[in-house]
């Protein structure tokens, strides 16, 4: 902003105001045009503007326009009385639902929600025959899990998720890596020996949502050893105070040949502009 804190601070000459000077009103005023993680750094500056950063308006366009909304449905035992910085502190937080397996969180410098999905909380075919899949601990994932395909012929994955999203359009992302991480004395190590049948043809996605929007793409997996977002398509919400209903699936279903050595994580749903600011969403 152009402000030199310091100058102010301890100014040699006694016109000038300091910092500790100010008044309260003003400091909150001032703060309300910054980002969350500049308000917070100024809040140690001295009292006067950690008592200013508690102000409700400074937060009021920090905040999610349907936060309330989203705390009465997602939030359990959340208190009345809390004021909105602690109430935009709670929501920057993994805040969990659907017996653990789908949390969202606001992105904590621009008040966006986020949201995830674990592949526990996906209807994957085939998942509890170990033959194909096995469920492997790891701490690459939020959900501390991932699903790991050995081999299979008909590779199918389809979930659904209700939530009140604010207004705006959202993109999502399944989260995918090709071959097996493991750790051996310390280091991590990836085994891509059982990756196979991914480049023979392509995965579909698709996309529902439950005011009639339908997306559908297609890619080939590809870069095995990292982890990678793979974009579904996107969808616009126009009403942040109902629930938007989206349902999504990753398919391939050509049985000519079989796939394997694929770890599914999760699927990710963020605002479309994330992926101006965060490359590695922006695969497609």
């Known amino acids: 902003m152009g402000i030199r804190f310091s100058s102010l601070t301890n100014s040699p000459n006694p016109s000038l105001v300091g910092l500790e000077e100010l008044p309260e009103s003003c400091v909150a005023n001032i703060l309300s045009y910054m980002d969350p993680p500049h308000i917070c750094q100024l809040a140690t500056l001295n009292r006067t503007f950690r008592a200013a950063s508690f102000a409700d308006f400074v937060w009021d366009s920090k905040l999610p326009p349907n936060y309330d909304v989203i705390v009465r449905k997602f939030v359990n035992n959340f208190p009345s009385n809390l004021g909105k910085r602690a109430i935009y502190a709670a929501l920057c937080r993994l805040n969990t639902f659907d017996d653990g397996n789908k949390k ?39 959900f501390h899990t991932v699903a790991y395909l050995q081999q299979i012929w008909w590779f199918e994955v389809e979930g659904e998720v209700e939530f009140p999203f604010p ?42 949502t439950s005011d009639g929007q339908y997306v559908a793409s297609q890619c080939f997996l590809k870069e095995p050893g990292k982890w990678s977002f793979y974009r579904a398509g996107d969808f616009t919400v126009e009403n942040g105070n109902a629930s938007t209903k989206v349902k999504f699936s990753m398919t391939q279903i050509d049985c000519t040949h079989p796939k394997g050595g694929l770890c599914l994580d999760s699927v990710l749903i963020y605002p479309t502009e994330f992926r101006k600011v965060k490359p590695f969403l922006n695969r497609s």
């Open 167 to 208: 207004a705006g359009t959202y993109s999502l992302f399944f989260r995918v890596h090709l071959g097996r991480t493991s750790k051996q004395f310390g280091r991590r190590v990836c085994s891509t020996e059982h990756v196979h049948g991914w480049d023979k043809k392509p995965v579909r996605f698709q996309l529902w």
């Open 104 to 142: 969202f969180w606001v992105d904590k410098s621009t008040g966006k929600i986020c949201l995830c999905i674990s592949s526990k909380g996906l209807s994957i075919t085939g998942v509890d025959d170990r033959r194909y899949w096995n469920r492997i601990p790891t701490d690459q994932s939020r």
